[in-house]
């Protein structure tokens, strides 16, 4: 059948180019028994419509038997894996660096006792911010706040922002005493406004994503900025671009000053080095420098999101860096590769009194553990140059097949190995990653169009050559 | 000194009860050493103020060496916890049915290979649900939903409400066009409504702590209905109670109907059994029934916040379960004892479309494993039976406290050992807290005045009559 004769192609292709550094143990090519999901899949997944929502399950996974790049789904099918559990597997599945450090009994402890790390964190806690998350810290931000999840870091970087504007706008961090009873019935305190809440804080939310997301669930009234719709290749339409992105700055400006004469001003201006979940849009560093000068004009803090972009799938650790800026942010929120949430801050954000910035658990220190573990491996492999040089290699696969299929592909864009590519229709990208799936290569999509790349940092160019050969057979066999 | 004689008296009243049934694991009393904190703690939460807030570190921990109902600091000091990191510690410091599944190596993968639940969870996923969180489901609560910890189950509820109520509303699960292009500008559809965002729903927010975790944040214009303020003994004031507590009902439902007049329908109602941060307040089983049912009668969800009192402290898994009630909630939330944080929810509740309740994380499979175990260990030892017989002790021990001390102690009261008692100056509970702690006994407070007690389920009467020991010396040497 089908599957098997890809297979057997990739199979060939894999040994030719077999430059593997896991080869210890990383698969070294998929394998399909089945499409997928496959039969047992499909059974788990019907169960699973008996206990939650089941819509979004793509298929179930046997992550014992997955190595590397490869995921291994319940019906023995191993996949080529581009999308890592939504850009979330840092180093690959099984690692065993990872293995090591969860069969290590001296590690035990922070497995089973997870700790109130606001109140009660363990002897090592400090040491291991220092030798692990503080080692990664972005230029300028010395102070980091672990939480345990993404959500959870951006919604308490958000908090950080607010607590941090209203002592500076009210002079003081003491709030007076009709603050504190009117932030106690949904109002935020301050300011002498009267009516609904909200009214003396906004949030430049600049991360779009689908409708579906948002429906039906409160929000609140915070201006959103356009994030540039640019051109690619971007060295090829620099002055469409350059224009696209001075408009989008300058209505964020107007939006800044409006919101402002509205009497909610503008606390912090939130922004994706790369615009993710909303497409994978990317815009030139000048764009973001510009926007970070914008916002320390009018007072706004400058929150940079890199749940997505953090870690090192751009070829540098934290996607900012690309800007090249002296000053890049006031915070960086992290997640997803990173293993625990958290945000990086400067100094004067700091809150000075306790329980501001709190919850429970506050992250999860056995997170931490692995972290550390991660962080030593992408150093010692030297993982960020391995990332640059398979991005190239990615990148520039991207561009051969956009040229061969202008009708099918546009807009193949990318830093390291975070790349995507737009397909003419929706249906047909949606039909294209089924369709890849099934030939032993996992993708996944984002905004309207776009196939976006997530590989794990251990992607290598013969992974790349894996995916180029199934998907440009596809593009080949497309009606 | 003080805190050595201290010691050797628990240590004699520890000796004397033993009736430790975690003899094997458990220490047997409490050893102090220094101050708390001591050098070591402080020299640590100095070297945290370097890295982020460090204003509410109580002290430093030793978890590898900490035990059953025992944490143990960095300085050696060995407390006997009455508090349990926050009421989050199911069955102790590392248990030896924890420890067991963290060094299965059947496991491990669990714990390296972290899912996107939603999207791609592994195999056992459905087994480990329907072995573990689902044995537990509160009356009429069918599905569950997993999420990583308390702040995104309780979001992530109330979002599955809105969700309801809107489909209910609009009499369609399928938006309409302007539904979902609204929403992406941070309005909420529907409805016809212009203007300002987030008009159509609010929700009952009856959640209260201290007003620095929610200063300077924005927050929706949602109506917080009061919490009865009983008096105690319940049995005592059966009379009063029941008329604050029908002022309390009839104030909710007047704003259930006020916040409909202006045009933003109350979609639920969300309530804690007993209002734990807002200071311990407990209602009748009668008020929550009548809650539940004005819910209803004006169409709104009722969702009980189980995320302090689940998990068998209160006796019973659920504190709900104290009711009787044969309807007893739409939604109920857990997070803390339940080591992974969700939802259970009604068939009706559920979002038929994928993606609405959703993040990349969505639980963490690691946890389940360990709170299949933790359920295990319950079931084994009859630990809520015990917590009922260990409840009595310690309520009983309260009463008489308050009986010999009615100036410094007053309103002991609780469910299980999920008590609570005030003391009559916020200043004098800060102290006392504080030396329990020099002392050997960690205690929490909550509320204006009150002293929570949030034991592990293994706290056993020999614990109680530890703790009643020190407490009731420094209520005597009290000036």
Same mark, same amino acid.
């Given at each position: #059948? ?22 210890? /143990? #990383? ?55 581009? /999308? ?19 069969? =290590? ?20 806690? *400090? ?104 051109? /690619? ?71 940079? =999101? ?57 992250? #999860? ?11 030593? *491996? ?51 990208? =949606? ?49």
């Amino acid at each position: #059948d089908t599957v098997g004769l890809k297979v057997k192609r990739l199979m060939c292709v894999g040994a030719d180019r077999s430059v593997n550094t896991q080869a210890d /143990y #990383d698969y070294d090519r998929p394998l399909m028994k089945t499409q997928v999901p496959g039969p047992r899949s499909k059974e788990l997944t019907k169960q699973m419509g008996q206990i939650q929502n089941n819509t979004a399950i793509n298929f179930f996974c046997n992550y014992e038997e997955s190595r590397g790049n490869f995921l291994v789904d319940v019906d023995g099918n191993r996949m080529l894996d581009v /999308y890592t559990q939504i850009a979330s597997i840092p180093i690959g599945y099984n690692h065993p660096a990872l293995l090591k450090v969860v069969s =290590d009994p001296n590690n035990a402890s922070a497995f089973v006792n997870r700790p109130a790390l606001g109140i009660l964190p363990p002897e090592s806690f *400090v040491d291991k911010l220092t030798e692990g998350l503080l080692t990664v810290a972005p230029k300028g931000l010395n102070r980091v706040q672990n939480m345990a999840c993404g959500s959870c870091s951006n919604e308490n970087a958000y908090k950080a922002m607010f607590i941090w504007y209203r002592n500076k706008e009210r002079g003081t961090s003491i709030p007076s005493d009709a603050d504190l009873s009117s932030c106690m019935i949904n109002q935020v305190g301050g300011g002498g406004g009267g009516g609904g809440g909200h009214q003396a804080h906004c949030c430049l939310a600049t991360t779009h994503s689908k409708p579906i997301h948002k429906l039906d669930v409160p929000s609140f009234d915070w201006p959103i900025a356009p994030f540039p719709r640019l051109q /690619y290749p971007l060295d090829e339409h620099v002055r469409e671009n350059a224009q696209e992105e001075a408009r989008c700055l300058e209505e964020t400006e107007d939006l800044i000053v409006k919101w402002r004469h509205k009497g909610m001003p503008v606390a912090g201006v939130v922004i994706e080095p790369i615009q993710a979940e909303g497409g994978d849009n990317h815009a030139s560093a000048a764009f973001f420098i510009s926007l970070r000068k914008i916002a320390s004009k009018h007072g706004c803090a400058f929150h940079v =999101d890199e749940v997505q972009t953090g870690g090192g799938a751009t070829g540098r650790f934290w996607a900012h860096e690309h800007w090249g800026a002296e000053d890049p942010a006031d915070i960086v929120s992290f997640s997803k590769k990173l293993l625990t949430g958290g945000f990086f801050y400067r100094d004067e954000m700091e809150t000075d009194k306790p329980y501001r910035i709190f919850n429970t658990w506050m992250g #999860d220190p056995s997170k931490n553990l692995l972290l550390a573990e991660v962080l030593n *491996v992408i150093r010692q492999e030297n993982l960020l140059a391995e990332v640059t040089r398979t991005g190239k290699a990615l990148l520039g696969g991207l561009y051969e097949l956009q040229a061969k299929y202008p009708n099918l592909l546009s807009r193949a864009r990318g830093q390291g190995t975070f790349c995507a590519i737009d397909v003419c229709k929706a249906s047909v990208r =949606d039909k294209l990653i089924l369709q890849a799936r099934d030939n032993g290569v996992i993708l996944g999509g984002c905004g309207d169009l776009s196939i976006r790349f997530r590989p794990a940092l251990i992607f290598k160019e013969h992974h790349v050559h894996m995916f180029l050969n199934v998907f440009s057979d596809l593009l080949a066999a497309h009606k």
